[in-house]
């Protein structure tokens, strides 16, 4: 296969008990998954079903039925959109010439695709071992005949042929490399929480638009592109907000339906960040057709990642867009934005800073004209909204919020007059 040759996928799926609606956009995302890996669909093959086969996931009809299908368009791959057990996986690729991966392996192989970090690479590297080391046993042939393409992508073909021993080593070897640069971030981390830096974290639904809106607050130069998973390594940058205070300011990885268990584990120090942070921007694409399906899944998955105790902030992303039977959530606190409006954009610093100023403490003081650093401080350090030189006595009067945690709010006690 030629190097920008897209390859020729064939997409099945086995509708349960889920609506129509969920079910076809299920399959749309998949699609959208396959494209972002540099497939082309060239069919999609679907069945109903009360719960999957045993043993092929789709009955023995259908598997007749994908073979004709695999005979007349000669695809290189088949994406079942589900994860396959290991012995469905042997079974599946038993029957057909073309190579049988599920939706598990797909979202891997473009998070190894897009992995640029050294924690990043590892990770993946980390989730696709613990992800292929039970589907070894019997795949020996069609390992063998793996020569690059959608979900071959990572470890490489000569470490999945080498026996699980070695693969278990590697993966203890990549968790202690891991291990080392979460104490690193750590200590970074414990730095910034000494300086009391206000953290916030985006979130949200991956391809909702938080790289541009990143962007476009930040000045950075995250990846920005109209495809799934655009961002995988956490980027932090400093916000200017509205009174001069600056706060931190995290880009995360898009989440998404179903994102397979082996990646919740390999990025849980990664989303750390969000962890740690004092408010989530939660972005929600208002112009997709799922987007309520969508909020629900970022809050399960900030559930299942212990994440869920965040102070949250919900912007409906891409208001110019808007799908028509759009009704922002009334349980949520939200504001509707286009990250592409430079006015919308300075609502969320303001907002962002409403927000702040709800977990802060309000403070008056009368500071020495002498104290000047203490002043240059309380402009960069605590939301400063009034200062006034009062000559008579030399002093300036300075009204604002601070945190009650940060060093700075000692010094201005020192000048507060009862």
Known sequence: MKKNEREKVILAGCQLNEDDDAFHYSLSELKSLTETAEGEVAAV?????????????????KVEELKNLEEELEPDLIIFNDELSPSQIRNLAAHFDARVIDRTQLILDIFAQRARSREGKLQVELAQLQYLLPRLAGQGTSLSRLGGGIGTRGPGETKLETDRR??????????????TVVSHRERYRERRKKNKAFQIALVGYTNAGKSTLFNRLTTADSLEEDQL???????????LLPSGYQAIFTDTVGFINNLPTTLIAAFRSTLEEVREADLLLHIVDSSNPDYVQHEETVHQLLEQLEMDHVTELTVYNKRDKQHEDFIPSAAVDHILVSALNEHDRELIKVVIEKKMKEQMHTYQAFIPATEGKLIAQLKRDT????????????????????????????????????
């Open 229 to 239: 998973f655009a961002t995988l390594d956490p980027l932090s940058r400093k916000l």
């Open 383 to 418: 939301i400063l909204e009034e200062i006034e030189f009062i000559e008579e006595e030399q002093v300036y009067r300075v009204r604002g919020f601070t945190f009650t945690d940060h060093p700075v709010y000692g010094d201005i006690q020192k000048f507060t007059r009862t």
């Open 45 to 61: 093959l679907t069945q109903k079903r009360e719960r999957v086969h045993a043993s092929t996931y789709i009955g023995k009809g």
């Open 166 to 179: 070695h693969i278990r080593s590697r993966i203890d070897e990549i968790k202690r490399q891991l291990n």
